[in-house]
């Protein structure tokens, strides 16, 4: 059983350059998300999907694209990256259901702009 | 708007010895309550949550107490291990279901 996952794990970049990031989940549930997480910042969510054909913004989605390919996958892109996008992005999934209501995470990608 | 504030780390403690890692929160109503941790190189895994005020919620010999009084959800564990050491993440979900994240404690457990 994968649960969540993403790829690539590391990935540099050249500022300007574009990159998506991909992830998917083997647990058909209907709820994706993307965080950053930044020193000292915590998770902050840059998009989330609450269901197969919606997304939305979350607190820090400037930069950024997704787009809910199926209900298997959600994937983020930067257009043209910046030194401030240099981050560790997660990506997670849900269906918040009563007897299960958590997150569940895959291993991250670590992302460097020069 | 809602948040969650945790105490700054490092926390460094030696093994053995008893852990508290205080959460406070700012929510209406009554938000459902976690904490999150994330072992080196991996991503965040659930460790324990609580449903309504006075819930404990329990898992892996760590516990936190829903305290609707205090707004605070703290995390304790008797005894310490080398192997608890991780980042631990506060966490509510507030009544428009939004998932906020506390910015993290980091544990050094020293043997």
């Known amino acids: 059983n994968a649960g969540v996952t993403q790829t690539p794990k590391f990935q540099v970049l050249k500022t300007g350059q574009s990159m998506t990031l991909q992830c998917a989940q083997d647990?058909?549930?209907?709820?994706m998300y993307w965080y950053r997480q930044d020193p000292g910042m915590g998770l902050r969510l840059i998009y989330y999907?609450?269901?197969?054909?919606?997304?939305d913004k979350g607190e820090v989605p400037n930069g950024y694209n997704v787009s809910r390919l199926n209900k298997r996958e959600f994937s983020l892109r930067l257009e043209s990256a910046a030194p401030s996008q240099t981050s560790v992005y997660f990506c997670?999934?849900?269906?918040?259901?009563?007897?299960?209501?958590?997150?569940?995470f895959g291993s991250g990608t670590q992302l460097s702009v020069l | 708007g809602d948040s969650v504030t945790q105490m700054e780390g490092p926390v460094t403690l030696s093994e053995e010895a008893f852990l508290t890692i205080n959460c406070t929160y700012t929510?209406?109503?009554?938000?459902?309550l976690f904490w999150y941790v994330q072992y080196p190189g991996e991503g965040l895994q659930l460790l324990l949550k609580?449903?309504?005020?006075?819930d404990k919620g329990s898992n892996k010999g760590f516990e936190a107490t829903y305290r609707k009084e205090t707004t605070s959800f703290h995390l304790e564990k008797g005894s310490v291990q080398v192997s608890d050491s991780a980042v631990y993440f506060c966490?509510?979900?507030?009544?428009?279901?939004?998932?906020?994240f506390g910015q993290g404690t980091e544990l050094s457990v020293k043997p």
């Open positions: 609580a449903t309504k005020a006075d």
């Open positions: 999907s609450a269901s197969e054909g919606t997304t």
């Open positions: 647990m058909n549930h209907n709820s």
């Open positions: 966490a509510l979900r507030n009544q428009g279901g939004k998932l906020i």
């Open positions: 929510a209406t109503g009554y938000p459902s």
């Open positions: 997670a999934s849900s269906d918040w259901a009563p007897t299960n209501e958590k997150l569940f």
